[in-house]
């Protein structure tokens, strides 16, 4: 997995949630395909913030990065 494509990802995801008044920011990325990332904002503690990151990070990450496995918030 290439970590440099990942970040790209996630600066193609950050317009949607900054509208919100959230954002988002690469924390890591492990050699089995784990990207780390935490949500700022009005994204850090929502409620719907998991579903945000399995259904919508995750899924476009896993579409647009090979290797990506899964994402998590930290």
């Known amino acids: 997995m290439n970590v440099e494509e ?3 990802a996630l600066e193609d995801i ?6 919100d008044g959230g954002d988002i920011e690469f924390i890591n990325a492990t050699d ?6 935490r949500l700022t904002g009005a994204c850090f503690g929502c409620p719907m913030s998991q579903i945000t990151i399995k259904d919508g990070v995750e899924k476009y990450l896993k579409n647009v990065v090979p290797g990506v496995v899964s994402v998590d918030a930290v």
């Not at 950050?14 to 509208?19: D, F, G, M, Y």
């Not at 089995?32 to 990332?37: K, R, S």
């Open 14 to 19: 950050r317009p949607s949630l900054q509208a």
């Open 32 to 37: 089995e395909g784990q990207v780390e990332v």
């Open 6 to 8: 990942v970040k790209k």
